[in-house]
């Protein structure tokens, strides 16, 4: 780990982590009650201890305002906890958030987390002297175009493996951003990005030997072989006091590497070395540690022609094994439209807002659904008129043309905006882990280890999946924006 300030962040993010987590697994055992209380995991009373002071690189600062937006997510009827965690105008952007929201708490369908998110790190301009001003500013280079796309985590009782995934979240970024993100998910990768778990990511053979010559050579050598095995050093924090670490040999199948535009993987645990559960080294440590990547980059011009209607639901047991070739807008529902609509006209939020009044003829409620001047009816002949490739239902659902016109105008006003190249990237991905029950350590740490192991993994994939483009923006182009949101 890069420093002591990652470690706390970290351990910030997956002591949010852990009140996600309680929402999607509520009945868990929990710890033994006299656990020694250097080895108890953070919790969010911890949040503000862990993330101040912190600095503010962008990598940390992405950490705070999401693990913010995340709080705010669990129990949005309260700004007490998220409000702990920001500061000056970004209290000003939850306030006025949760006011515009406070009459509609049990039918709003808006996107709170991202618009505290994206508000808090690219929109605090607005604020100034503690009053809301009035003005435009440039639109943050990002926009989700999936808000379904979640880290859902799960956990075996009786196996104790961990799991988390995310299927098909979908954002339009500058494509050198999502050729970045590409690029740092490359295995060999894994340690370059700022306040990453991986110490080391090295190409290695079967045995755990390191493969000779220049890095460049050595990357294009182990793409184009056979055999694919890396020899990986991660560590991360238990709690704010207390370091895991595990050294480990890890083999690759199913990969394809399109330098620009397309990556995906699976990975299994080939052998573990050695680990460390903040006590003593231990032979092994992990039992299971295996899941898959895959992304896919289409230009904002192309979208309309490289997408396809699945998947209609998620499939939570398939691994992928086969490159992307069209980006999935079957889960896709009119939210997801309204949602792109008020980055530009904000008078769609209330649409969200309302939860969508319902109407009894659903050409009425979105007229989109049957195409130009429909109804559902066509009077000339007084035949029901069929519909578009419609996906979703009632007041919920939409179309293929609608969600191609949407993004592309959503895409096209960014590029206009940036004045670069916009395009939509897609990324699934998911880990399992099992920890092997110690030999020199308490039991206590295994327990420990288990128990916080989803929060862990949600943490993981939000950090490299969600946050990542976040971090670039603001590493990459964030001085530009703020010029121009200063100027406008």
């Known amino acids: 780990m890069a420093s002591q300030d990652d470690a706390r962040t970290l351990a910030g993010m997956v002591a949010t982590a852990n009140a996600v987590v309680a929402k999607q697994i509520p009945l868990r055992n929990p710890l033994p009650a006299d656990l020694p209380r250097p080895l108890r995991p953070s919790t969010t009373a911890d949040l503000p201890r862990l993330f101040r002071g912190n600095g503010d690189s962008p990598n940390q600062s992405v950490a705070r305002l999401s693990s913010a937006a995340l709080l705010y997510s669990v129990n949005k009827a309260s700004t007490d906890k998220p409000s702990q965690l920001l500061v000056d105008k970004e209290r000003l952007v939850l306030d006025d958030l949760h006011t515009a929201r ?49 880290v859902n985590v799960k956990f075996d009782p009786e196996t104790n493996i961990s799991e988390a995934r995310i299927n098909n979240y979908q954002l339009i970024v500058p494509t050198f951003v999502a050729r970045e993100m590409l690029r740092l998910s490359h295995p060999l990768r894994w340690a370059e990005p700022a306040g990453a778990l991986f110490l080391q990511s090295d190409a290695v053979n079967a045995k755990g030997e390191r493969l000779p010559g220049h890095a460049d050579k050595v990357r294009d050598a182990w793409t184009k072989g056979e055999q694919k095995y890396i020899f990986e050093n991660c560590v991360w924090p238990i709690n704010a006091d207390l370091n895991a670490a595990s050294k480990n040999i890890i083999a690759f199948q199913n990969f394809f590497n399109d330098d620009d535009d397309s990556l995906s993987y699976t990975y299994r645990l080939q052998r573990s070395i050695q680990s460390n559960f903040g006590v003593a080294w231990e032979r092994s440590g992990l039992d299971v540690d295996e899941g898959f990547y895959q992304a896919r980059a289409v230009p904002i011009q192309d979208f309309g022609k490289r997408t396809t209607l699945e998947p209609k639901i998620d499939d939570d047991e398939a691994i992928p094994t086969a490159p992307l070739e069209a980006i999935p807008i079957g889960r896709l529902r009119r939210r997801d439209v309204l ?150």
Request: glycine share 6%; hydrophobic share 40%; with cysteine.
């Open 339 to 488: 949602e792109l609509q008020a980055c530009h006209d904000h008078e769609v939020l209330s649409t969200l807002y309302g939860g969508f009044q319902h109407s009894p003829d659903p050409a009425v409620a979105n007229p989109a659904l049957y195409g130009p001047g429909a109804r559902g009816m066509d009077a000339a002949v007084g035949t029901v008129q069929e519909p578009l490739d419609v996906i979703g239902k009632g007041e919920d659902a939409t179309t293929r043309e609608e969600i191609v016109d949407t993004v592309q105008d959503a895409g096209t006003r960014l590029a206009s905006a940036w004045n670069m190249d916009f395009c939509v990237v897609n990324i699934s991905a998911s880990k399992r882990l099992h920890f092997t029950i110690p030999e020199n350590s308490p039991i206590e740490l295994w327990h420990l280890l288990t128990l916080t192991a989803p929060a862990f993994l949600f943490a993981f994939l939000n950090s490299a999946i969600c946050l990542a483009p976040h971090v670039l923006i603001k590493t990459l182009i964030n001085p530009l924006h703020e010029e121009l949101a200063h100027g406008v």
């Open 102 to 150: 406070r009459d509609h708490l049990k039918d709003d369908r808006s996107c709170p987390h991202c618009r505290l998110l994206y508000d808090t790190l690219y929109n605090t301009s607005r604020y100034e002297t503690g009053h809301y001003l009035e003005r435009p500013t440039p639109p943050p280079p990002i926009a989700v175009v999936n808000h379904s796309a979640r």
